[in-house]
């Protein structure tokens, strides 16, 4: 980009007051869901790969710390029981009622050991998984508002819940107890809430949420995600990602 184009590109975000995921950004061909804990022994190896996924533009990977490890003599600093309950309610909607750490969900479909690379990789690549997500989406932060624009449907009569996931981009923890006792472990993209924004009805949609709905925990900027849900979630049709993600 030449001096010049960044100048009207910058002087275009200071004149709208938003800044985000512009048009023309590399859309996610996935979304991956870490489910982790700091009391999980076999978990480290899983935040590390997490984090090296991260840096891929065509990737989402979120930490989703849950809870039910608690008991072992650490209470995980980072959990949240909605995420444990999320896990779970993926587990019944495959049916196989998998529920471990670390276990990673790919697109809301594929579940794979979240330490595992190449099982990761190939569910990437898998077109059962969706991984070209079908429907844009694109975010803009501005002062008091996010706006959110949803493209229309490859289908008809498609329809799904969008959500904004507030979301600290990197904390370290010292673990002072349980089966990490005396790590220091680095998390990357820490999910800290879920905000329902809407449903979509397959048709393009512009949303608008205050921008209290970041409030949450020590949130830093979040993703958009828009999923298909039917008494539980879904496979993941878009996302998007907020600023410094």
């Not at 590109?9 to 512009?22: D, E, K, N, Q, V």
């Not at 958009?224 to 539980?232: D, P, S």
Request: overall charge positive.
């Amino acid at each position: 980009m030449t001096h010049a184009a960044l100048r009207r590109l910058l002087a275009g975000l200071i004149l709208t007051g938003f800044s985000g995921t512009a048009l023309g950004a590399e859309a996610p061909r996935a979304v991956i869901e870490l489910f982790t804990s700091q009391g999980c022994s076999a978990c480290p190896p899983a935040d590390r790969l997490m984090s090296e996924l991260a840096r891929d533009p065509g990737v989402i990977a979120l930490s989703l710390p849950v809870t039910y490890w608690d008991y072992l003599g650490w209470k995980d600093t980072l959990a949240h029981t909605a995420f444990t309950e999320r896990q779970r309610a993926y587990a019944s909607m495959r049916g196989d009622r998998q529920v471990f750490t670390p276990q990673a969900v790919v697109n809301g479909a594929a579940t794979v050991v979240g330490s595992d690379r190449a099982a990761l990789e190939r569910s990437i690549r898998d077109p059962g998984t969706a991984t070209s997500l079908p429907v844009a989406i694109r975010s803009e932060a501005g002062p008091e508002r996010i706006a959110i624009d949803v493209g229309a449907a490859p289908d008809p009569g498609r329809t799904a819940e969008l959500w904004l996931l507030p979301v600290a981009r990197t904390r370290e923890v010292a673990i002072g107890r349980g089966e990490n006792r005396g790590r220091t472990v680095t998390y990357r993209n820490v999910v800290r809430g879920m905000h329902h924004v809407g449903t979509w009805t397959g048709a393009p949609a512009h949303y608008e949420v205050l921008r209290a709905a970041l409030r949450a925990g020590d949130a830093d900027t979040y993703v958009v995600v828009l999923q298909a849900e039917h008494n539980g979630p879904g496979r993941i049709l878009g996302a998007a990602k907020g600023p410094g993600l």
